[in-house]
């Protein structure tokens, strides 16, 4: 079923990120899609879920509130309630929620490939490969320092952008909401720790436990088909949640790991 709801409290885009991300948050809920002029959702939804539930969804989001259902569409294109008999087919909005190619992920794409080509010519500066030196160890923990200070950036320039997207669908930051606004600190000081090979065992021991409460997360997330914007490059970037961030953070775990067990 796909349902349009008005909205209330909305002003700039910032709002209607906050709001959609707080409705994609929603048990039962598969797209959603926000406009600010006029103020409304249009939710496609699993299962039937009472207007007073996303209401309490939106409210917890800031100072916005969702009533007064204008609009229901069955997925066979029928209308139900007070719909106009002359819309029948799913709003735009919801079919602009396309699935994501590879041209969505170019900015993570380039960025990873940014971070290891210097990972590359840290070894070539040292000899790695003309001089037969090559530190596997030491290219990874010069790799996982250019991942941490370069995410961390990212979430840096919008920490309160970065910590609401985190909260939707992070284990941690659900249950302790100021947990979005340390994390791009402890990627801060994980990526310094792994650039100056401080106490190697800790910060990989760290990272490991990190990672993995963050992927539990992501999981969950992609399991459950969730519509929800990833955090891992704050709000700079609209990526979406797929099977691409699980992979992202197991190869962090991965590393982490294989570090400790190498040490």
Not at 22 to 31: N, W
Not at 143 to 151: C, K, S, T
Not at 190 to 209: C, Q, S
Request: hydrophobic residues 50%.
């Amino acid at each position: 079923m796909i349902h349009t709801y008005k909205l209330d409290g909305m002003h700039c885009g910032s709002c209607v990120q906050s709001v959609q991300e707080a409705l994609q948050a929603v048990d039962g809920v598969k797209k959603v899609a926000v406009s600010l002029n006029p103020q409304e959702a249009v939710v496609s939804m699993a299962r039937h879920i009472d207007t007073a539930t996303l209401d309490r969804a939106v409210k917890k989001a800031g100072a916005y509130t969702l009533t007064d259902e204008v609009q229901v569409i069955d997925t066979m294109g029928q209308h139900a309630g007070n719909a106009k008999a002359d819309v029948l087919m799913m709003p735009a909005e919801l079919n602009d929620l396309a699935e994501p190619s590879l041209t969505t992920y170019k900015p993570l794409l380039i960025i990873l490939a940014f971070i290891l080509g210097v990972t590359a010519l840290v070894e070539v500066r040292l000899g790695a490969f003309t001089l037969g030196t090559f530190d596997a160890m030491r290219a990874m923990g010069t790799f996982m320092a250019g991942f941490f200070l370069v995410f961390s950036f990212f979430k840096l320039l919008d920490i309160e952008g970065f910590a609401r997207s985190y909260r939707m669908y992070d284990i941690v930051a659900k249950a302790i909401p100021g947990y979005g606004y340390v994390y791009p600190f402890i990627e801060l000081a994980l990526g310094a720790a792994y650039l100056t090979n401080v106490n190697p065992v800790l910060t990989n021991w760290v990272t490991l436990v990190v990672m993995s409460i963050s992927l539990v997360g992501v999981v969950k997330s992609v399991l459950d088909k969730k519509k929800i914007r990833c955090a891992c490059l704050g709000s700079v970037f609209n990526l979406p949640m797929t099977t691409v961030t699980i992979v992202e953070d197991s190869l962090m775990i991965g590393m982490a790991a294989l570090m400790l067990i190498m040490q």
